[in-house]
């Protein structure tokens, strides 16, 4: 296809998620799609989610562990819009996905506004209110998981559904590097981390997203939700399937397939 654009993109992606189906990487059509660019399509497709009636909640990183880079084959951390659409309440099940994987996350809400640039771990940390357990459900629009960072970023950083534990723990009383995850599917243990495989403590993923969105006019509002990225690789999500997360303090969080 010819004539690719922002917009043009943010259409195609959208649509792809919505009628479920996969595609090639949008940079082997448009060499042209850069970082910068990319990230023009992911707020246009915002845009478009917000004019359907969703609204903004928060912000994902991704690629944010050693674990999720080395699978992804992109070594650079990545960010992408949370909306309300995205929420999967525990008593729910999963939609229709394309191809879904599923990771565990330290989940952070915000009791204050983050605006870099300058902010470090410590000065995030305290703009934090509450840390939870979740789990992100992945689903790229790209066959295979096939992309390069600007295709990942454009498509929203693979984004479809996320489910956040009922444990809420105020920072003060954790060690986010020594909080550790069992995750399991169908009754073994598939992996397991601590939050220091998420840049060596999940604050530094909040600082960088304050800091990114600083260079874009942007900040971290009060209230928000930020997944701070998979802690370990995701694991594909069969039929059927049952997938549950397991925190020291942060509660388990299960998700059925
Ligand atoms: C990109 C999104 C990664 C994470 O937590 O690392 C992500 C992908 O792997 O498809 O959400
Ligand atoms: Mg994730």
Redesign the pocket.
């Known amino acids: 296809m010819t004539g690719w654009s922002i917009a043009e993109a943010a259409r195609v992606l959208l649509a792809a998620e919505d009628a479920g189906t996969a595609r090639g990487p949008i940079t082997e059509e448009w060499p042209g799609l850069d970082v910068r660019t990319a990230y023009a399509v992911q707020d246009e497709a915002l845009r478009l989610r917000l004019a359907r009636g969703e609204k903004l909640i928060g912000l994902?990183?991704?690629?944010?562990?050693k674990a999720?880079q080395e699978?992804?084959g992109v070594d650079r951390p990545?960010m992408a819009w949370l909306t309300d659409a995205m929420v999967l309440p525990a008593a729910d099940p999963l939609p229709k996905l394309i191809h879904p994987r599923a990771?565990p996350?330290i989940v952070f809400v915000l009791g204050a506004r983050l605006a870099g640039p300058g902010v470090t771990a410590a000065t995030a940390m305290a703009a934090v209110d509450r840390v939870y357990g979740g789990i992100?459900v992945?689903d790229?629009r790209y066959a295979d998981?096939r992309?390069a960072a600007p295709d990942?970023i454009a498509d929203n950083?693979?984004?479809s559904v996320f489910r956040v534990g009922s444990v809420g723990v105020a920072p003060a009383g954790l060690d986010l590097t020594l909080e550790a995850c069992l995750l399991e599917a169908d009754g073994a243990i598939v992996d397991s981390a601590t939050g220091a495989a998420v840049l060596g403590h999940p604050g530094e993923a909040l600082a960088l997203a304050a800091n990114a969105l600083a260079e874009r006019g942007l900040a971290l509002e009060e209230g928000w939700i930020v997944?701070t990225?998979?802690l370990t690789d995701?694991v594909p999500i069969s039929s059927g399937a049952r997938i549950a997360a397991h925190f020291t303090s942060l509660g388990s969080i299960t998700l059925a397939g």
């Open positions: 994902k990183l991704g690629l944010t562990s999720k699978r992804m990545v990771e996350e992100e992945i790229s998981f992309f990942t950083a693979s984004s997944l990225g998979g995701a």
